[in-house]
């Protein structure tokens, strides 16, 4: 059965995974994990845009302050020492942190961990006194990761970890559940794409739009709005070339209307081994083009909808056990602007961004306290160490002494991108990003503070601040 809600948010994923909230884990920030689950699946000809992966690589770096002090942290490089200074003089308890022999910024976490005999004999150390890894999800790059080391997956075999991760099964289980979900078709084949935009063009006839959702695209990648009948037909062209030409008759992925949002909401729980289900949370998601920006602490909801939503995670967490799933999941929903629920647009059955701020919110976080999980884009022309950054923030950065300000969860996405040798001197600017969860005692006060970091990191090129 779930713990004592005394139990902080890790011992309860280490209970729920693996029986012990004592089982030391390796955690592993395998982003956009969907590329691999998307590997041999056919979806749509390229779409959408993609985020520089150096960056999206560096976002291993989340995982450092999820995990506890008996765990440890596998990293593509090594932290800055002021960032892990910072860190502690917050009273920060970090765990081991192990990295990568080399790393290449194309390149996940995992992929140059595999690649990493002194990493890896290290892992095999760790397996030995009883170490799970726990990735950001569950791929099979991570079980070779596990046969190469003898850690124990804390997650379910890829297999059935990708197939619950399909837009397709979110679809299919929310109809089962009978929960209410925006018009839509799932389609496997050509064939099904085909006779789905037959009937998609009815939505598009009355107005309403229509989105075209690769079964394991993320953060915006593989979506395409459709607004009229002619953009569809010339999709279902472009599938039908594509199909011919390759001999392969399959297609994953769905179209359904496109909704008339209000609020956009990220809830969360952890499904056990036994088929229980902790509800954990549910945040206001900020999202801009359907790519992920943030979360808004707590979510502004009416309490029906917040027990609306506990009661779906229920049904969910139940029918994801049965399909043999364990582990964390966040669940993509949305108020309508009538103020109806759309309770599923996608089940992500992995580490969400919304993860990686549960030990700051348990530490940091109090009555009366709101915040919101940002990320502020910064324009370099050299590599910058965080005193600098420090600098720059003065009184805004988050400190126990003021319980207010910027906490930075992840600097190494500010330098991600950096050219090899870079110094200040280097003439061509680079973009990076600063992660942090703003922590104030008042929207207002949430508001100023947001705008003022703003205004800091993007006032001018961030090589000397």
């Not at 049904?315 to 103020?339: E, K, N, S």
Request: hydrophobic share 40%.
């Amino acid at each position: 059965m779930p713990p004592s809600p005394r139990q902080n948010f890790l011992d309860g994923v280490k209970h729920a995974c693996t029986g012990d909230p004592r089982t030391p884990f390796v955690l592993l920030g395998n982003f956009e994990v969907e590329d691999e689950w998307a590997v041999d699946e056919v979806g749509l000809p390229s779409v959408g845009g993609s985020a520089s992966a150096a960056i999206v690589n560096r976002m291993d770096e989340f995982a450092l302050l999820l995990a506890g002090r008996d765990d440890c942290v596998v990293l593509k490089s090594a932290p800055d020492p002021g960032y892990l200074s910072y860190l502690e003089e917050l009273g920060l308890e970090l765990p081991e942190i192990l990295v990568t022999d080399e790393q290449d910024p194309a390149h996940s976490v995992s992929v140059d961990a595999l690649r990493s005999p002194a990493l890896t004999g290290a892992l095999a150390r760790l397996a030995e006194r009883g170490a799970h890894l726990l990735p950001h999800g569950m791929s099979v790059l991570e079980e070779r990761l596990c046969e190469l080391t003898g850690l124990a997956p804390a997650l379910p075999p890829a297999a059935l970890v990708k197939s619950v991760n399909s837009k397709i099964y979110s679809r299919r289980v929310a109809d089962e559940l009978g929960l209410p979900q925006a018009r839509g078709w799932e389609c496997e084949s050509v064939d099904e794409f085909t006779a789905a935009a037959d009937a998609a063009r009815e939505s598009l006839a009355a107005g309403r739009r229509v989105g075209v959702k690769d079964a394991f695209g993320v953060s915006g990648k593989g979506i395409m709005v459709v607004e009229d009948g002619r953009r569809l037909d010339q999709l279902v062209r472009m599938v039908t070339r594509v199909s011919r030409r390759t001999g392969d008759p399959r297609l994953a992925v769905v179209i359904e209307e496109w909704a008339d949002k209000a609020v956009d909401l990220n809830y969360h729980f952890t499904v056990y081994r036994d088929g229980s289900v902790r509800f954990d949370f549910v945040k206001e998601a900020i999202t801009e083009n359907g790519v992920h920006k943030g979360h808004r602490i707590p979510a502004r909801i009416s309490a029906a909808h917040r027990a609306e939503i506990e009661r779906c995670a229920d049904l969910l967490g139940a029918r994801l056990a049965a399909d043999g799933f364990h582990g964390v999941v966040g669940v993509d929903a949305i108020v309508t602007g009538d103020g109806g629920l759309l309770p599923v647009l996608e089940i992500n059955a992995r580490n969400n961004m919304s993860t990686y701020q549960t030990a700051l919110q348990e530490r940091f976080m109090g009555p009366g306290t709101v915040a919101l999980a940002r990320q502020y884009p910064v324009s370099l022309t050299g590599a910058m160490p965080f005193g600098e950054l420090r600098e720059r923030l003065g009184d805004l950065l988050f400190t126990t002494a003021s319980g207010r300000g910027l906490l930075v969860n992840n600097f190494a996405t500010v330098n991600a991108a950096a050219p090899a040798g870079s110094g200040a001197a280097a003439p061509d600017s680079y973009g990076g990003r600063l992660y942090g969860l703003l922590i104030a005692h008042s929207e207002a006060e949430l508001a100023e503070l947001d705008d003022a970091v703003a205004l800091r990191v993007r006032k001018e090129s961030l090589t000397h601040v």
